[in-house]
């Protein structure tokens, strides 16, 4: 009787024993799938975003093409875009491992969503290449132009392939914001180059009620006004909301194919646009250096500009009317003193962003005296 | 008896265990190292189409668009100097450990110009690996003789420094 008591206690024993075993067992599966889990959706967007920075450099060096990535793979995914110090951020959000870039200017919405990612690079020049812009967008980002002018023409000519319409940019001229209409599109960006848009006005109620689907977020806008100004506006509630205290200065000198004014309808916001900015100033600094030396802001120049003024100076007599010295260092606006004040807006404007609006004035100079001693003196040019 | 063909499973299953981690381990690191050249690939692809791009380099014709696959040499003589006294504060984060070159192939006679050169640190012993790609490029010199064409021939050689494989 003992012992069939003990047999039975045993059983039970051996039961429990499996029992534990067993859990256990599976415990350490359920780690090792839920582990493997969050170390492949790393790997994921690591790979993801190792490949997209192989393809914007790629974009960057193709100036002025348009590139379309087919990201159908990574259509349920956001990816995200910022910058902030002068550091590019982007990834995919809610996932590790973003890619930073301290050098590269970068303008694309906030987030994006699509099948398609559309990269297009432009070169900022003032006067001279200071670098390629790239501006990134998708599919299902579509933008809307309020207004007619030049720049709107230019713009639509730019982006839209009437042949492919899979090769265009999604963009739209409407004559009044109430002719918006989104249709499926994951956010919409409004541009509106008549200074339409106002803080704190309300939005049409036929606009409103089209837009009923979209968070705040994704619907913004910018607004050009005056000379070389822009003001960013997201959605909120029935009205807009200025996102920049100040209106944002737009630092170009014009023309066509204008890679600052195209960058801001590209970029998020007033804070994505003005650190990208910054970006290309620090570089403008450095391209400077390049041609007039570390020197020119004492009026020493060095660079590509020392050895032209060097040849000059040994052959006076060469150029059309052997006035290449005069234009390059004599004259009323010549090329020497051009670019010392250049590289002196340029440094100021390091220092306060707000000075920055100046460089539009002394880039412009520098263009003149390059003018003056390329075509009237039929010298060598700076560049 | 019991105890002896016990020891004997767990010794071929031991025996079996290691293998595996073996054959794990070779393939793990074989893998590595192929990641290793994947990744010094892709570093002087995106370094050949940054340099490709500088606007530090090109040759431009005033507001017109710059001429493609062209080094100006009046910027180029210059170009180290800026890289010099920048390498720390912007061009490391742009070139990374790097060496770029300019050659010059025709006329022969023409000068090389090194014009960024940032080895890794490594101890005395080892030296880096250096991964280059080259492309051939117009070299435009305008500030010469002019009895002489201002363009001459000749490449750019960009090399990627990489901790040497072991």
Known sequence: MISSKRAQLEVTFN??????????????????VVKQKAASEDNLSRMAMNIMDKIFAGARAAEKTKDFVDISGLADYTFYFDCDN??????????????????????????LQGTRMILWSLPYKLPYKTMDFLFITTDKTKYFFVGQDEFVEEFLNATQDNTDKRKSISAEAVIDLEDITPG????????????????KALLPPPLLDKLKGYGDNKVTAVSFTGTNQVNFFQKEDDHWKQLNSNPVQIVSLGGERDAAKYAAVFAGNDKVYECNMKKAFRRLELVNEVYGGVEIVSLKPGGKLGEIAAYYQAHPELGLTGQCQSYLSEAEENVMVSMQ????????????????????????KLKKANTNLAEKGDCIPLY | MHITETIGVLFIFFILVAFGLIFYYKYTE????????????????????EVFTLPELACTRGDAELEDYCVDMA??????????????????????????????????????????????????????DLGVTWFVVALKDEVTDMEKTPYSFGYIEVGVYSLPWE
């Open chain 1, 86 to 111: 002068e550091v590019s951020t982007y990834g995919l959000k809610g996932y590790a491992n973003p890619k930073e870039d301290e050098v590269h200017a970068i303008f694309a919405p906030l987030e």
């Open chain 1, 341 to 364: 004040m250049h590289q002196l807006k340029t440094k100021m404007c390091k220092l306060e962003y707000t000075k920055c609006v100046e460089l539009i004035d002394s880039a412009d």
């Open chain 1, 184 to 199: 499926k599109t994951f956010q919409i960006r409004i541009v509106d180059v008549e200074g339409k848009i106002q803080p």
């Open chain 1, 15 to 32: 039961w429990v024993y499996v029992l534990i075993a067993g859990a256990v067992i599976l415990l350490f599966f359920a780690g090792i």
């Open chain 2, 75 to 128: 910027k180029v003589r210059h170009l180290n100097e800026t890289f010099d006294i920048h390498v720390k504060d912007y061009y490391f984060k742009l070139f990374g450990y790097a060496k770029i070159r300019v050659v010059q192939l025709y006329p022969p006679d023409g000068q090389n110009y090194t014009l960024y050169d940032k080895k890794m640190p490594l101890n005395e012993t080892s030296t880096p």
């Open chain 2, 30 to 49: 074989q893998a590595i190292e192929q990641e290793h050249y994947q990744q010094i690939d892709d570093r002087a692809v995106k370094l050949a189409l």
